[in-house]
């Protein structure tokens, strides 16, 4: 081979590596911006007929949660108090309503690990929320929702 011929495949060779290193590493920042992503939630959470609190003794009540960072995919728990204020045992639902954006709860669900017991009045039973997020989201970088919590009374 020439010289010249040497030199061209040299820098075809050297080109061809450099390409591939750097699509590499685009792909990589693509990919750690698409995947982690912070979705706070800064909505309410309210109550009717209970209370709802961070502690097993009722004296810190939750007036909204922060769901820290979540990747698409994933979920988080958050684990909670809820006391029966009203005047007789009751069972309790959660409602979840005000979605911002509007969308977001096709990608997003909120469900718990309440199974529908009676609570007495007075009563403290601790709760766990899940929220877990589609890993197919996309199009939204935060949202907001309100929880309910109501009790029926017997």
Same mark, same amino acid.
Not at 33 to 39: A, E, H, M, Y
Not at 119 to 127: A, F, K, L, P, W
């Given at each position: /081979? ?7 495949? &040299? *820098? *075809?060779?050297?080109? *061809? #590596?450099?390409?591939? =290193?750097?699509? /590499?590493?685009? /792909?990589? %920042?693509?990919? !750690? ?11 309410? =959470? ?5 209370? #709802?609190?961070? $502690?097993?003794?009722?004296? $810190?009540? #939750?007036? @909204? ?8 995919? +994933? &979920? ?15 069972? =309790?639902? /959660?409602?979840? !309503?005000?979605? $911002?954006?509007?969308? %977001? ?15 007495? +009045? $007075?009563?403290?039973?601790? #709760? ?5 997020? +589609? +890993? ?14 109501? %009790?029926? @009374?017997?």
């Amino acid at each position: /081979m020439k010289r010249n011929e040497v030199i061209v495949i &040299s *820098a *075809a060779l050297t080109l *061809a #590596v450099y390409t591939l =290193i750097l699509s /590499m590493l685009v /792909m990589q %920042a693509l990919s !750690s911006t698409q995947s982690s992503r912070r979705f706070p939630n800064t909505g309410t =959470i309210r109550t009717i007929g209970v209370g #709802v609190y961070w $502690d097993n003794e009722c004296t $810190d009540p #939750v007036s @909204f949660i922060d769901w820290d960072t979540l990747e698409p995919g +994933s &979920s988080k728990d958050v684990t909670f108090y809820i006391r029966n204020e009203g005047p007789s045992a009751a069972t =309790i639902s /959660m409602n979840t !309503s005000n979605w $911002d954006p509007s969308n %977001a709860w096709e990608y997003i669900a909120l469900s718990w690990d309440y199974a529908g017991q009676q609570i007495n +009045s $007075d009563e403290v039973i601790q #709760v766990t929320l899940t929220l877990s997020i +589609s +890993s197919r989201i996309e199009g939204i970088t935060n949202f907001r929702f309100d929880i309910t919590i109501t %009790a029926s @009374f017997e």
